[in-house]
């Protein structure tokens, strides 16, 4: 059975870190449109504190403690809004893969599901109010019909990334119904959403990291 390992999980850390300072400007212009202006500096702290401890997250096997690790790095390191919202994808991302050391599709899906729910908890978000889930959930789905249709790893991440990807995009004709960009209402229509774009950042490193981009 295929799977995704440890050292994947690592490597997919390890871009992310890379991959979100390269679009730091880029995430914070999308912000400053509709929001707070602060999204890629954020997110740039706080995934280079969880780049200061690759070597310590590496010495783990336990993907549980390493993605609960990286959630609570976040959450102490990301200001704003994000900072609670990605600390809770990751920690309860983490909670249904204690003591695994590698992943099948069907446990990555459970997990981001767990995720999304932890981030839905938090910020009392729903698919369609222009936020960071119209980028998960559509993966999630995605990578849900995947397992059911016993697709490989590299169909699945494929497929969960054009989900994403769409998902992502959608939210330019949404109007904003959470945060700060909900008080401009219609007029947050044309806007493609920070979260959302660095959603969908964080889960093209993931597919990055277990195959070979297209």
């Known amino acids: 059975m295929e799977t995704i390992k440890q050292a994947q999980v690592i490597n997919w850390l390890e871009k992310t870190a890379h991959v979100i300072g390269e679009n730091k400007d880029y995430l914070t212009k999308l912000d400053s449109d509709i929001g707070d202006a602060d999204h890629g500096f954020n997110m740039e702290r706080g995934f280079n504190k969880v780049l200061e401890k690759i070597n310590e997250l590496s ?55 767990k995720g999304v729910d932890g981030i839905k908890a938090r910020g009392r978000a729903s698919k369609g109010e222009k936020t960071m889930i119209d980028t998960l959930e559509p993966a999630i789905d995605a990578l849900l019909l995947s397992v059911k249709n016993k697709d490989s790893i590299e169909t699945a991440l494929n497929n969960m990334l054009a989900a994403a990807e769409e998902g992502m995009k959608s939210t330019i004709d949404m109007i904003a119904t959470k945060g700060r960009a909900s008080y401009l209402g219609d007029r947050s229509i044309g806007h493609q959403d920070a979260g959302a774009t660095s959603s969908f950042l964080i889960l093209k490193m993931l597919k990055e990291s277990v195959i070979q981009p297209n």
């Open 59 to 113: 010495a783990s096997e336990d993907i549980c403690a390493v993605l609960k690790n990286t959630g609570m790095t976040l959450l102490s390191s990301i200001g704003g809004a994000s900072g609670p919202l990605y600390g809770s994808f990751f920690l309860q991302a983490a909670l249904p893969l204690e003591s695994k050391t590698e992943l099948t599709v069907e446990e990555l899906a459970n997990s981001f599901g």
